[in-house]
């Protein structure tokens, strides 16, 4: 097994050679595609998400982000944008547990637009939790910490064309050119950007993967807030214990209402064939936290979601705070 996990060093230097000699084919591959967008049609892109988390309780809880407009014409094609709204219920013991499909909510006419920084129209959209529930029949009593709305953005141009989420591609939709159409605020229990932050030590309570222990036993980590004001990260070394020599790795978890939920996904940074990787359990359940005590939480986590190295478990930690 030790021979397995040693093979991982050849293979990151390997791939770190094809993405040195690859990035600028790649880069020249989205320009393309980016400019192959604009000529043929249009697209929403997000300048500055503001908002995008629906606290429980708070009244001016709310979605918001500032969007420009690019087409063939510098923006002046597009006439219209149309603004839909749904609801994803994924919580069902609170609520109907039932999903409210989209329809048009508001048309946002271009002649609001403004100009931005590069002579493209700009326009701001906001929408309140009050505003969202009362339009999918919804009340505050009926959500609850990982529900969420859809917002999608459908441009209308002057030639009765349409464009949105559906006829985007990866490049458009991923951090470079970030324009996705459509966003999934999501409603949240508020955690104080003072709780669960700082140093807090690791000890296994469910071993992982060859009965190990994930970070170590022991072993101090710190925590910081993440992307948004409930997720949470910290780095440290994914099985220390057998000493490769593997550096430290992020591992981000949402505090989603008393739930602790990993993120899908999480590199570790090691492999036996094509990468272990850590997320969400898959039989037991998620671990648990106190919203009014943040001296120590468990995580229950997915260790090697794919069964790279034969088979994953699902482990857990405690975390104590120093």
Same mark, same amino acid.
């Given at each position: 097994?030790?021979? !397995?996990?040693? !093979? ?20 020249? !591959? ?24 629906? +606290? ?5 809880? &709310? ?22 709204? =749904? ?7 609170? %609520?109907?547990? #039932? ?12 002649? *609001? ?31 609850? &910490? ?37 966003? *999934? ?19 296994? $309570? ?9 970070? @170590?036993?022991?072993? #101090? ?18 099985? /220390?214990?057998?000493?490769? @020599?593997? @550096? /430290? ?10 739930? $602790?939920?990993?993120?899908? %996904?999480?590199?570790? @940074? ?8 850590? &997320? +969400? /359990? ?5 671990? *648990? ?20 190295? =034969? ?12």
């Amino acid at each position: 097994m030790m021979k !397995k996990f040693a !093979k991982y060093l050849l293979g990151t230097t390997l791939l770190g050679a094809l993405l040195v000699f690859s990035g600028c084919e790649d880069g020249d !591959k989205v320009f393309d595609e980016i400019q192959a967008n604009v000529q043929r049609g249009a697209v929403l892109r997000t300048i500055n998400l503001i908002s995008n988390e629906l +606290p429980i309780g708070q009244a001016d809880a &709310g979605f918001e982000v500032e969007l420009e407009v690019q087409d063939q014409e510098n923006g002046n094609l597009v006439q219209t944008v149309e603004v839909y709204v =749904g609801f994803r219920d994924n919580t069902e013991e609170v %609520g109907p547990g #039932t999903n409210v499909e989209e329809s048009l909510f508001d048309t946002v006419d271009s002649s *609001t637009f403004t100009i931005g920084e590069f002579g493209l129209p700009r326009f701001s959209y906001a929408i309140t939790l009050a505003e969202m529930l009362s339009f999918v029949g919804r009340s505050e009593s009926d959500i609850t &910490g990982g529900d969420q709305f859809e917002i999608r953005f459908e441009l209308v141009l002057t030639d009765g064309r349409r464009f949105s989420f559906a006829d985007n591609s990866g490049t458009l939709t991923g951090s470079f050119f970030s324009s996705p159409f459509l966003y *999934t605020p999501t409603v949240v229990c508020p955690i104080g950007e003072d709780q669960f932050v700082g140093d807090y030590v690791v000890n296994q $309570v469910v071993p992982g993967i060859f009965a190990s222990n994930t970070w @170590g036993d022991g072993t #101090t980590v710190t925590l910081m807030i993440g992307e948004t004001s409930t997720q949470r990260v910290f780095e440290a070394v994914y099985l /220390p214990d057998f000493g490769i @020599g593997n @550096g /430290p790795r992020a591992f981000a978890f949402d505090l989603v209402c008393g739930s $602790v939920n990993p993120l899908p %996904g999480q590199a570790s @940074g090691l492999q036996c064939s094509a990468g272990i990787t850590l &997320g +969400p /359990p898959v039989e037991a359940a998620p671990g *648990t936290y106190d919203p009014a005590d943040d001296s120590v939480f468990n995580i229950v986590l997915r260790d090697d979601e794919s069964d790279d190295c =034969g088979g994953g478990v699902d482990a857990e930690v405690r975390l104590t705070k120093l």
